[in-house]
């Protein structure tokens, strides 16, 4: 038996070196990592759409969006919105369109296959309200069946209901530009139409159910949406034209450097339509830096050189998103935990590219906390206006990785390899010590100030919990509030315990809100991450860094549902389908990623010690953890990391969803380096010496 022990051991330090060496390959010059982020073809379909209402499509570019989007049809002739999902409505109609636009014909078997699921799907008419919106940029669709957005809500303060500012950011920059759109109501003629794709049934408006759950105010909403799209009629022309001109404002306002709004696909694209339809020439500075910016978010890709399924030959497709300061920070954590020394080069480069990016201006959320100073950081490479609690949490954790100067105290072999594999033109930590107290000072005092007001802790802003936004007939796809959730809680709560501050108000207050938000079955729901297995692997290294005893029935509660929805092969998998249907929590294919947390969780609460009872029998929770770690050292591949094209993110519960191509690669090195550093289930000394964990990291 031990002989056997101590093979699984060195099998998994091999595995760690291996996945350590590729992680450390990956790293840009400056400092920062940066994986795909990559999403549906939506983004590819209205980007080539945006091209199209602009005037600037270009016949080269179409064609090689169009062999990506081809490229990920499924045999039934559908378009999914995650890996293995299920075809979706709007996102196969826009996908048909594009490849439309790129000159692919309707009697076209590919095409005819979308058709038919299209029009049994219930055609145009069952469409999703945004790609009505497109439709109606074109003439495929009346403006006049899109809800209303009445440019109007702009001039709203922000005490009132449904004020801009009730929005989530990544909503609320949506609907002002759109509200734009909607006023001008655009066509732009195309050379087809797409008669094709209509449904059996006509279009009817939403109704209001009574006794259902439409509330009685969403029963409102849609009465007072009637009443607005009569406004959108014969507007108060006086109104109407202060009403854009402001809102014209707010969007260029809010332009980041690198050309984006938000760092994000949405509120980008309906900008620069906005715009444009305001009279923004293309040549305007704008204009011109919010084109070359979604340039920059281009993947050009030959013969699938990313193992995406991209098809032989040129591609590209386009990131919705990127995430450098996310992955960065995530990719220190786990050099760390595997024992990384903090003033590696590679660590200390890293952290003075983070501090370069750390957001020291005001954004939206000091509308709702105007005497709160600014500190922390954004998910993107260029995104002042929306700095989040997540990203500044785990950019905090990392930091202090750098501040300790050590990831574990000894010097394992991944750490003295990685020290002489560094590429060059380092920074040593040393002189830096200062400005990452400064910048953890700030940051702390930030997200506490950013805590709602019942204790958690949502991403963008606080207290943004307004759900009466949620039933406007406008928005019916992705969520559109930021309410606190389990994940972003977590963070905060784990970055506070790691500072040495666990004891503080804010931190016990949000140990306690995670306790309330407990799931009866053990689990916590995950927001930004699929899905229970998530929110489950935040919440529980939180709650015992905090100082809640391994021996707490919350603490055993969660480890008995991990246990319990561990696959037959040793690892654990979520489909993103468990956010709408409830026999879907928990399962789903193996991950890496979803394998990961389950295992950060399960070695959170085995620090104890207590692996074996008294007949020196490896308990449950000892060996759930021995299972996946073997399935992560027998699933990796010869380069150091793991296959994993499910994707493991969210964007938006139930619609929209991510598969960040480093998660299979950050989080299990964290979960080998922290399993490989405990004893009982793998060995009676540690490998790492000790590795620095959440929990030891004290404020000094």
């Not at 008669?195 to 209001?208: A, D, I, Y």
């Not at 930590?429 to 005092?445: C, L």
């Not at 950013?450 to 204790?455: C, E, F, K, T, W």
């Not at 306790?515 to 297995?533: K, L, M, Y």
């Amino acid at each position: 038996m031990a002989s056997l022990i101590v093979e699984a051991r060195s099998e998994a330090k091999v595995a760690l070196e291996r996945a350590c060496e590729h992680l450390l390959s990956l790293r840009d010059e400056a400092g920062w990592w940066q994986g795909e982020l990559q999403t549906n073809v939506t983004m590819d379909a209205e980007d080539m759409l945006l091209r199209e209402f602009l005037g600037i499509r270009r016949p080269d570019e179409t064609a090689l969006s169009a062999a990506w989007i081809r490229s990920q049809q499924r045999e039934d002739g559908t378009w999914a919105n995650f890996h293995n999902g299920p075809g979706e409505l709007s996102s196969t109609i826009e996908a048909y369109w594009a490849l439309r636009l790129a000159g692919d014909p309707a009697d076209a078997e590919h095409m005819r296959a979308a058709a038919d699921f299209i029009r049994e799907a219930g055609g145009l008419e069952q469409a999703r309200v945004f790609t009505h919106v497109w439709l109606a940029l074109f003439g495929l669709w009346p403006w006049e069946q899109v809800p209303a957005l009445p440019p109007e809500i702009i001039l709203l303060p922000s005490w009132m209901p449904l004020n801009v500012y009730a929005f989530a950011c990544w909503a609320r920059q949506t609907i002002v530009a759109l509200s734009i759109v909607k006023a001008h109501r655009p066509v732009r003629e195309l050379p087809f139409d797409l008669e094709e794709l209509h449904g059996p049934e006509p279009w009817t408006p939403r109704k209001p159910i009574p006794d259902s759950s439409v509330s009685r105010r969403g029963a409102w909403l849609v009465h007072l949406d009637r009443a607005l799209r009569g406004y959108e009629r014969w507007p108060v022309r006086p109104l109407r034209r202060l009403a854009v001109a402001r809102a014209e404002r707010w969007i260029v306002r809010r332009q980041e450097a690198d050309g984006s709004w938000g760092g994000i696909q949405p509120p980008w694209v309906y900008s620069l339509i906005a715009l444009h339809l305001c009279g923004y020439p293309l040549e305007h500075p704008v204009m011109r830096r919010g084109l070359e910016g979604l340039d920059h978010f281009m993947i050009e890709d030959r013969d699938d050189s990313h193992g995406v399924g991209a098809p032989a030959g040129a591609s590209r497709r386009l990131e919705a998103c990127q995430s450098p300061i996310w992955d960065t920070a995530l990719a220190m954590i786990a050099l760390s935990d595997a024992g990384v020394a903090g003033d590696h080069p590679a660590m200390a480069r890293a952290a003075e590219w983070l501090l370069g990016e750390e957001v020291t201006a005001c954004g939206d959320w000091s509308v709702v906390r105007p005497g709160l100073a600014p500190g922390g950081w954004a998910f993107e490479f260029a995104n002042v206006n929306y700095p989040d609690v997540d990203d500044t949490a785990e950019v905090v954790l990392a930091l202090r990785r750098v501040a300790g100067g050590t990831g574990g105290g000894a010097r394992s072999d991944v750490a003295a390899d990685a020290r002489s594999r560094a590429q060059n033109g380092t920074v040593a930590a040393a002189g830096i010590g200062s400005r990452i107290d400064g910048a953890i000072e700030r940051a702390v005092k930030w997200i506490e100030g950013m805590q709602s007001s019942d204790g958690g802790w949502g991403a963008f802003d606080a207290e943004n919990t307004h759900a009466l936004v949620r039933e406007l007939p406008f928005l019916d796809f992705g969520e559109v509030i930021d309410e606190p959730s389990a994940d972003v809680t977590a963070h905060a709560v784990e970055m506070l315990a790691a500072l040495g501050v666990a004891d503080a108000p804010a931190a016990r207050r949000g140990v306690r809100w995670l306790i309330d938000r407990q799931e009866p079955g053990g689990s916590w729901f995950g927001r930004w991450g699929v899905n229970h297995v998530y929110g489950t692997g935040a919440a529980v290294p939180a709650l015992i860094a905090a100082g809640v005893a391994p021996s707490a029935e919350c603490i055993q509660r969660a480890v008995r549902w991990l246990q319990e929805h561990q696959n037959e092969d040793g690892g654990w998998g979520e489909d993103p389908r468990s956010y709408d249907d409830l026999e879907w929590i928990g399962r789903g294919p193996s991950t890496a990623s979803q394998t990961a947390w389950a295992l950060l969780a399960l070695h959170a609460a085995d620090r104890s010690g207590a692996h074996h009872d008294r007949e020196s029998r490896i308990v449950p929770r000892a060996r759930a953890l021995e299972r996946g770690v073997d399935w992560l050292v027998a699933t990796q591949r010869a380069d150091g990391t793991w296959d994993e094209p499910q994707y493991t993110g969210t964007g938006f519960p139930s619609d929209y969803y991510i598969n960040y191509h480093l998660y299979r690669l950050t989080f299990p090195i964290m979960a080998l380096g922290r399993c490989l550093s405990i004893g009982g289930a793998h060995s009676q000394d540690s490998w790492i010496g000790g590795a620095h964990d959440l929990r030891s990291a004290k404020m000094e």
